[in-house]
C-alpha cells in the first residue's frame, strides 16, 4: 500500500476500496499482522459503521486472528480428499470478493453507504437487525478495540487454557451448562469441518475442565469477529456472504443456540440454499429427532437446488428409517430426474417406491372389500394405481412428466446406455419404465434381452420382480 502514496487524499469509497482488497490479499496470503493493521486503519475510517462490506472484510480478518491464535492441538491441519478444501484455517478460498461501489456510492461521502460484495454465492437472504456485540453491548471506541485485541496476540498453549476454574479466582461452574447434553459440540460427533474445523478431545474424563477452556477461548478476537459479521449480516441490504463464517464462528464458540436463532428466525421471508445446508447440518447434529423440520429442509432445498444429490440421499436414508413417506419421496426423486440423469441409487430407490405403492394400493383395496374374494382377477392394474398419478394437479403433472420422461431419459439414451456397460443404471431404469409405460416398454423389453445375454442373474430378477409387477402408470385415464 506504501507504493500507492498517502490514502488521505484519495475519496472515502476509493480509500475503501484500496484497504479492502488489501486486507482479503493478506488474509488469503497468511499476512495476519498486516491485515490486523489494516483493518485497524479501516475501523476508524469515516463511514466505516454503516458500511456493511467494510464490517464484513474486518469481520473475516477477526475470524482468521482468531483461529491462528487458538491452540494448535485444536486447528486442523489437513482433511480428508473427500472435502472442498484443506483446512488449516477459516476458509476464503471459496469466496471470490472484488469490492464494487459503483452502485450509489456518493452516498459513502456523507456518511452512509450501498456498497455491494459480488461473490461467488448464489445466497440471499434479508432482515433488519439491530448491531450489537457478543455481550449484547454496542460498539466499543476503537482505542478501546485496538488496546484490547494487542492483548491477544501472544499465543497461548492448550495446557494453559486447561488450568481449572479455581485456579484463576473464577466463579465459572459447569452447572451454568447444564443443557450440554442436548445443544452443545462437545455431544455430538461428526460435524463436518466447513461447519467446525476444530479437534476437540475425543474423552469426557475431564469434561468440566475442557468446557472451562473452550469458553476461554471466546476473547476479544471471536467478539470483534461476531460483531462485525452480525453488522454485515444485519444491514440493509444485507452482505449475505457473512452468513456462513458467522454460523461457523458461534459453532466453533459452542454457542448453538445462537446459531440456531440466527438460521430459524432471522430470515424466514428468503430461505436461501446456504442458510437451509446450514440449519439441515445443525439439525442433524443437534435436533436429530425433529423428523419432519429435518425432512423440510431437505425437501426445501431440493426446490431450490434439484441437482442437489446429498440432500435427496440425505431424505432416502430417512425413507429407510420409516421416518419419511414413500409417496413424498417420489416426488423429490422426480425433481432431482428433471434436473439431471440420476445415478443408479437414485433409479433404484425411484423403482423401489413405484414397487411398494402399488402393492400397497393393492393391499388397501383387498383390505377394504375392494372385489369379491371368490373372484381371482377383479383386482385388475388399474386398483393398483395411487392417486398420485391420477387425480387433481399432482395426475396432470405427473403424467406430463411421463411424457417429457419418453425421450429424456429413455428413448434417446437407450443405446448410449447399454454402450456404457453399466448394468445396474440399466436395470434400475428399466425396472422404472416397466412400472410406468408397463412391461412391453421398448426399454424393458431391450433391458431383460440384455441381461439374459450377458447372464447377470440377480439382476435380470431384480427386473423381473418389477415387471410382474407392473402396471404402466402412464397408460391409465386421469380421474376427473
Known amino acids: 500500500m506504501r507504493k500507492l502514496g498517502p490514502l488521505k ?21 497468511g499476512s495476519l499482522e498486516d491485515a490486523y493493521q489494516a483493518a485497524l486503519c479501516l475501523m476508524k475510517e469515516r463511514g466505516f459503521d454503516g458500511d456493511p462490506v467494510a464490517n464484513m472484510v474486518v469481520g473475516l480478518a477477526f475470524c482468521q486472528l482468531w483461529y491462528s491464535d487458538i491452540p494448535k492441538e485444536l486447528q486442523l491441519t489437513e482433511l480428508d480428499s473427500s472435502s472442498a478444501y484443506m483446512q488449516s484455517e477459516i476458509p476464503l478460498d471459496d469466496m471470490h470478493m472484488p469490492v464494487d461501489y459503483s452502485k450509489e456510492n456518493d452516498a459513502l461521502e456523507g456518511g452512509g453507504t450501498n456498497s455491494v460484495v459480488q461473490c461467488d454465492s448464489n445466497t440471499s437472504v434479508a432482515n433488519d437487525k ?16 485496538d488496546a484490547d485485541v494487542k492483548k491477544e496476540v501472544s499465543h497461548t498453549s492448550y495446557e494453559d487454557y486447561m488450568k481449572p476454574a479455581e485456579a484463576s479466582g473464577s466463579d465459572y461452574s459447569f452447572r451454568d451448562y447444564s443443557d450440554l447434553p442436548h445443544v452443545s459440540v462437545f455431544y455430538t460427533q461428526g460435524l463436518p469441518p466447513w461447519i467446525f474445523p476444530m479437534k476437540l478431545p475425543t474423552s469426557h474424563e475431564n469434561l468440566e475442565d475442557t468446557v472451562y477452556m473452550h469458553r476461554k477461548l471466546h476473547n476479544n478476537y471471536y467478539k470483534n469477529a461476531l460483531k462485525h459479521l452480525r453488522v454485515a449480516l444485519y444491514s440493509t441490504p444485507p452482505v449475505t456472504e457473512a452468513l456462513h463464517p458467522l454460523i461457523q464462528m458461534l459453532i466453533l464458540g459452542d454457542q448453538v443456540h445462537e446459531a440456531l436463532d440466527v438460521l430459524e428466525t432471522s430470515f424466514r421471508s428468503s430461505d436461501t440454499v446456504l442458510q437451509l445446508r ?17 425432512c423440510t429442509c431437505f425437501e426445501e432445498i431440493l426446490k431450490k437446488d434439484p441437482t442437489c444429490s446429498d440432500s435427496l440421499a440425505r431424505l432416502i436414508l430417512l425413507h429407510r428409517r420409516g421416518d419419511y413417506d414413500t409417496q413424498n419421496l417420489m416426488e423429490m426423486i422426480a425433481m432431482h430426474l428433471d434436473a439431471s440423469y440420476g445415478t443408479c441409487d437414485m433409479w433404484e430407490e425411484l423403482a423401489s417406491c413405484f414397487l411398494k405403492l402399488s402393492q400397497c394400493e393393492g393391499d388397501r383395496i383387498s383390505i377394504n372389500g375392494g372385489c369379491d374374494p371368490d373372484n381371482q382377477g377383479c383386482l385388475d392394474d388399474s386398483n393398483k394405481i395411487p392417486e398420485l398419478f391420477t387425480s387433481g394437479k399432482s395426475g396432470k403433472a405427473w403424467r406430463l412428466r411421463f411424457r417429457w420422461w419418453l425421450n429424456r431419459h429413455f428413448h434417446d439414451r437407450l443405446n448410449s446406455d447399454i454402450v456404457s456397460g453399466d448394468l445396474k443404471l440399466l436395470t434400475y431404469k428399466a425396472a422404472t419404465a416397466s ?27 431384480f427386473l423381473q420382480t418389477h415387471i410382474l409387477n407392473s402396471v404402466g402408470f402412464s397408460h391409465v385415464k386421469l380421474n376427473t
Open 9 to 29: 487524499y484519495w475519496s472515502t469509497k476509493e480509500r475503501f476500496v484500496v484497504q479492502l482488497e488489501f486486507i482479503l490479499t493478506c488474509l488469503q496470503h
Open 130 to 145: 439491530e448491531a450489537v456485540g457478543d455481550d449484547g453491548n454496542q460498539q466499543k471506541d476503537l482505542m478501546d478495540i
Open 278 to 294: 446450514l440449519k439441515a447440518c445443525l439439525l442433524e447434529h443437534f435436533d436429530s429427532g425433529n423428523y419432519v423440520k429435518l
Open 435 to 461: 412400472h410406468i409405460y408397463g412391461r412391453h416398454f421398448k426399454y424393458v423389453v431391450k433391458t431383460t434381452e440384455y441381461l439374459e445375454k450377458e447372464d447377470d442373474m440377480e439382476l435380470y430378477s
